[in-house]
């Protein structure tokens, strides 16, 4: 069986931390933001943990184990 290529748009967009979880960026940061509410902006610069039942699927296509 051959190897499982991994999915580049998946390992650009999500970072794997130390314990194996993984992080995403919150959407809707790019522009149209004048009509957003600071508090809105502000909570969409942190980064988010990706949901567990995620987080096999996207392990999977970035080639982690």
Known sequence: ????KTCKSVTKKFK?????????KSPGRSHLLAHKSS???RAMSRDKLVDKGQLKTYKLMMGVN
Do not use: F, V
């Open 16 to 24: 794997l931390t130390g314990t194996g979880k993984l992080i995403r």
């Open 1 to 4: 069986m051959t190897k499982m």
């Open 39 to 41: 508090k809105r902006k």
